[in-house]
């Protein structure tokens, strides 16, 4: 069964009261943030993963309508065991309700948090 049917199938049994709609806002802008130095991930992505989840936390950013991390994962030989503190690119992709300030500001956090 592939991935287009199991969606269908898990539609049909969700009930209304799973879904909040909320108003798309007049302005709204979208951002990425890719962790790389001189070409190379800069820091772990369990230390990005962390810091995005602190940055979503509910009710933390309620301007953030939507967001997402993606991790390139790497092939491991056969053998090789994962590093937990692998550094791989990592890029956080959002959608924030206002303008540039708003945008600004976010990332101004985001980033302050994953220094630290």
Known sequence: MGFARWWRLQLRHCHRADFEAFDLPDDAHSFNVTFLTNGKPDRS????????ENVIAPDRR??????????????????????????????????????KR????????FLASSIS
Not at 45 to 52: E, G, K, S, V, Y
Request: net charge negative; proline share 6%.
């Open 45 to 52: 992505a369990i230390d990005i993963l962390q810091c995005w």
């Open 62 to 99: 309620p301007e953030l309508i939507g967001t997402n991390l993606k991790i390139v994962a790497r092939h491991l030989e056969e053998g090789e065991k994962p590093d937990p503190n692998a550094r791989l690119e990592c890029t956080f992709n959002g959608y924030v309700a206002g303008g």
């Open 102 to 109: 708003e945008v600004e500001y976010l990332i101004r956090e």
